[in-house]
């Protein structure tokens, strides 16, 4: 064998289960450890006075400006951070990718980078509340008009929302969340991001696309492949996977990913070393995780939509044939996902009783992890959004999400039995919170 250096991991033809595992590092780069270590510096010596000066030319004024520098300082890049950010952009087979302290952290600068005062947003309703809260409170404190789109689906209902927009000022974002949460409600990517083309004719400048990813994430759903110019995701859910860390990534061109990098540096909202190794390592069992949860998820959607107290499920495998969100589910989407929400018949007492029924359910927001969790949408993770808003999106008092994990089907199946089998007997148990 000759002693010379052996060749990196070509992405090509390469399944998502391997490149989550090896792909960018070479241990030969780290003392032949075969896992990546964790590199805690803050700031990196130059060799040389001329290699500083070139570092910062690197940076500022690159070919690929900050991307390809060598590093100078923990909150423009590190070696964790760019390594995370290959595997990111080759799972969601991007150009580039940049990752932040969290979803909403790549969300902000996202829109921070791409908006400017007199612009207006189009987005997909309803919306995370986060993001809901972002763009109707400080953004729209800075003159940007956030503008809902009333179905996803339909190009009529966004070039409508697309007038009323352009009213105000052009439109510099359109801004997607799909698969909705907690509705999982559809809309439909490459409608939109043909409609962004035909917007960049009127206006002379074209929307920028953003699809928030976070409720299938990049194994079930590619957005970039439908033409979306930016993919934002929480890192937080199914990537990090274990309920322990926060985060978020941002996927797509060089030209779209690169000024929110930029961006991100001035803000100081990069993601940290040990939360980037932390992710490294959860992305290696990703697929596995995945699989898991989405055929447990498959087996309790079931379950609830045979159930005599429960109202309805909206879980995307249960759409029906021949309507516009099946056909586009089955164009953009290659699963169900794990996440979805029921009603159960009543209302806040019935939701209430049997969420403090569960032993092994943990009732907590947030989604994504090994364990199961469940929550009542309108008084937690829907606090924020006004009661006309939920009315219209159809989160009320008897909505419950719930995130599938990877624990056995049956044990879920059955703590979820003996808590509905509770429910409005008279049994003698209360609900913690009264009312
Ligand atoms: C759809 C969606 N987008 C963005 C976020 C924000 O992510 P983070 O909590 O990592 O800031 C969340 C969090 O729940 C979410 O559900």
Known sequence: MSGGKRPDMEPEG???????????????????????PIVLSSTFAYPSAQAAKDVHQAYFDGPSPERDAPYIYARLDHPGLSLLQKRLAVLDGAEDAAAFASGMAAISATML??????DSVLHTTPLYGGTHGLLHGPLAGLGIRPVPIADGLSRDSVAAAAETALAHGP?????????????????????????????????GRRPVVSVDNTFLGSLLQKPLEHGADLCITSLTKYAGGHSDLLGGSLTGSLERVGPVRMLRTLLGTHMDPFTSWLLLRSLETFPLRNGRANANAGAIAAFLRDHPKVAGVTYLGFLE???????????????????????????????????????????????????????????TTHYLVPLEVRREVGVDDSTLRISVGIEHPDDLIADLAQALDAVGTGGNFQTSRGS
């Open 14 to 36: 390469l399944h998502p289960d391997t490149l989550a595992v090896g792909f960018g590092y070479d241990p030969q780069d780290a003392y032949g450890a075969v896992k990546p």
């Open 321 to 379: 044939e021949g309507s516009p969100a099946k056909a586009v589910y089955d164009r953009q989407c290659a699963g169900a996902g794990s996440t979805f929400s029921f009603k159960i018949r009543g209302g806040e007492a019935e939701a209430f009783a049997m969420l403090d029924r569960l032993k092994v359910f943990r009732m907590a927001v947030s989604l994504g992890g090994t364990e199961s969790l469940i929550c009542h949408s309108a008084t």
């Open 113 to 118: 980078a791409h908006l400017k005062p007199g």
């Open 171 to 203: 439109v510099g974002v359109i801004h997607v969340e799909s698969p909705a949460n907690p509705t999982a409600g559809i809309a439909d990517i490459a409608m939109i991001a043909a409609f962004a083309g035909e917007l960049a004719e009127r206006q």
